[in-house]
């Protein structure tokens, strides 16, 4: 077997709505095919958030995996090896630097590893286990749901209620760390589900400790991002006031960000929660050793941002707390596969090989398109 071809297709995903830091009208996404002398394709489709990653794939990433000794990219059972196609798109890459690159090479990772699991006619989260030897593996995750993003029009309680609807038990919404996120949660909170807020490193020193008691009654499930991602100290800071968990770690992106989060972001292992995505964070081989770095840390305490369907199988393969997605299903990186439903805040995934991208019909159409 030998990757022929890999390709980009950068897709405008943008909506109107916003969260405390940017809004997501210009918003685009990167959906990546690698393409192999045997037929199979393996896919790949960001995490949002972050804009797609063409140039870095077309200028360096994709034309180094190319240029790879096919039999390096292969395991000893003539496999793909998604930690070899990441090593090789990373030559000549100096240390630190993790900003965009590091969602590029998770990309192209991420269809390796959907093409290896093709090979093996297995899903992907257990090639993902079988890889790294997780016991803990399992088809059945906890699942939650984000919305509640500040809109033109009051539609939070709305979207909270579908999302409960469709079966969510734990809904994240969007606050902007000012004294009116209590009348914001007032409002969801009538509808008896357990919620998170994600404040989007908005809240300022001044008001820390009043708007942490005002929240404080709600018992959330966790508070995210408080702090900007790179001020630690600040986040140290914010846990020690708030009785409240709290989460962090979407914006960081590598092992070597994770080990400044556990050594100075003041984060307590029996409470709070890590959320490094490894789709941005240079891929499940680099995602697992920050699992490995972070000894004594129960692993349902990790709840990698967004994601989506690879997100899921990462969450099942690797033992994981729970998967976060966009409950609209209408969307090409919302909901789950088709068919597939939310119970109990739960899903089941599907028994098909790789991802199961092909099990989902508006973002296949995005992939085969690639």
């Not at 699991?117 to 297995?122: E, V």
């Amino acid at each position: 077997m030998r990757i022929v071809d890999v390709r980009e297709r950068t897709v405008a995903i943008g909506t109107a709505m916003r969260n405390a830091a940017i809004a997501f009208d210009a918003m685009t996404a990167s959906a990546v095919a690698l393409v192999s002398d045997t037929g199979l394709r393996g896919y790949a489709f960001d995490s949002i958030g972050r804009y797609g990653k063409g140039a870095l794939l077309r200028e360096r990433f994709i034309p180094r995996l190319l240029q790879a000794d096919p039999a390096s990219l292969l395991d000893a059972d003539g496999l793909v090896d998604p930690a070899a196609c990441a090593r090789a798109a990373m030559a000549n890459e100096k240390q630190g630097g993790h900003g965009e690159r590091p969602g590029a090479i998770g990309l192209l990772e991420a269809a390796a590893w959907d093409l290896r699991a093709k090979m093996q006619r297995l899903p992907l989260w257990r090639s993902i286990a079988g890889y790294f030897g997780c016991r803990n593996a399992r088809s059945d995750i906890a699942v939650y749901a984000s919305c509640g993003h500040f809109r033109t029009d009051d539609s939070l309680t709305r979207e909270v209620g579908k999302a409960v609807d469709a079966g969510y038990r734990c809904v994240k919404i969007k606050a902007d760390g000012t004294d009116g996120d209590v009348a914001r949660l007032e409002g969801a909170a009538k509808l008896k589900v357990q919620l998170a807020v994600d404040v989007n490193g908005a809240l300022q020193p001044g008001i820390a400790e009043r708007w942490f008691a005002a929240l404080a009654p709600f018992r959330l499930a966790w508070i995210e991002e408080p702090a900007p991602p790179l001020d630690l100290d600040l986040l140290a800071r914010y846990a020690a006031m708030s009785a409240t968990p709290l989460a962090t770690g979407e914006n960081l992106f590598s092992f070597d960000d994770a080990r400044n989060l556990l050594r100075y972001g003041g984060l307590r292992a029996e409470r709070d929660f890590v959320q490094v995505d490894p789709l941005l964070s240079y891929g499940v081989t680099e995602y697992v050793r920050i699992l490995e770095l972070y000894q004594g840390w129960d692993r349902r305490h990790f709840l990698p941002h967004a994601g989506h369907l690879f997100a899921a199988h990462c969450v099942a393969g690797l033992g994981l707390g729970m998967a976060e997605a966009a409950p609209d299903g209408a969307l090409p990186y919302g909901g789950y596969w088709d068919g597939v439903r939310v119970a109990g805040g739960r899903v089941t995934i599907p028994d098909a090989p790789g991802a199961g991208y092909e099990a989902k019909a508006n973002l296949l159409r995005i992939l085969e398109e690639t």
